[in-house]
């Protein structure tokens, strides 16, 4: 009788162990080691897993990112890219925003979102993207429209943190699960705290949805991140 006893015991303990390592696995591990942006500061690469379907991720340009996906593949559709203008209330595919007057127009204009916004992405396969150099610096001058816009939080941005958008007027917010591939928030109506927090623990290379109730200027301060010649006393 004892030995049955210690036998059912051994098979709960065996069980409690097996459910364990599978929450562990397939629940915890998987946030721990396969994030959706992984950037590192030593060389400057930024890295995304991206989703089948819809996922977010920072404007990309020039020859400065590579990818698993074949995206811009001849034989196969695998996926294209829009970019959201808060100015003409529209999506440009990526090909388009560099033939179009208004774009380029907004781009001399300094407009935040056509240097250091964000993607839409639309993908038939999971697969990674990555910007070999995501480190860039702009002017401390960069605007940003009236209206929705994508929101990239670059290397630059998260090192003055939530503080960027003193200037700004924030209505609303949101923010797009990749994985889950439907909106974090069913109503956009979270409060700007949950904002701020939400965007100062995101890791660098994520993206935000932020309704602006007027232009303004980002709080870059970018002269204040740069070296600093020694100082004579």
Same mark, same amino acid.
């Not at 890219?81 to 300094?110: C, L, R, V």
């Given at each position: 009788m004892k030995k049955v006893s210690i036998l059912i015991i051994g098979l709960i303990a065996l069980l409690i162990v097996i459910v364990v390592l599978v929450i562990w696995n397939f629940v915890i591990t998987p946030n721990v080691i396969s994030p959706y942006a992984i950037y590192d500061p030593d060389t400057k690469k930024a890295t995304f897993h991206l989703k089948k379907g819809w996922s977010t #991720?920072?404007? %990309?340009?020039?020859?400065?990112?590579?990818?698993?996906?074949?995206?811009?593949?001849?034989?196969?559709?695998?996926?294209? #890219?829009? %970019?959201?203008?808060?100015?003409?209330?529209? &999506?440009?595919? %990526?090909?388009?925003?560099?033939?179009?007057?208004?774009?380029?127009?907004?781009?001399?204009?300094?407009? &935040? &979102?056509?240097?250091y916004g964000g993607l839409f992405v639309y993908l038939t396969k999971d697969c990674d993207i990555w910007i070999n150099d995501y480190s860039a610096l702009g002017p401390d001058n960069f605007k940003i429209a009236e209206g929705w816009q994508l929101v990239s939080k670059n290397p630059t941005i998260a090192n003055k943190g939530f503080d960027v958008f003193n200037n700004c007027n924030i209505e609303k917010f949101n923010k797009w699960d990749n994985s889950l591939q439907k909106w974090v928030y069913e109503s956009s109506s979270a409060s700007i705290d949950e904002l701020s927090n939400r965007f100062n623990q995101a890791e660098i290379g994520e993206v935000f949805f932020i309704k602006f109730s007027n232009e303004c200027v980002l709080n870059l301060g970018i002269s204040d991140l740069l070296p600093q010649p020694p100082a004579l006393e």
């Open positions: #991720m920072p404007l %990309i340009s020039g020859d400065n990112f590579g990818n698993n996906c074949e995206i811009f593949g001849k034989d196969e559709f695998v996926g294209v #890219m829009w %970019i959201w203008s808060p100015t003409q209330k529209k &999506y440009y595919h %990526i090909g388009e925003a560099s033939q179009s007057q208004e774009f380029q127009n907004d781009f001399n204009n300094k407009y &935040y &979102y056509t240097t």
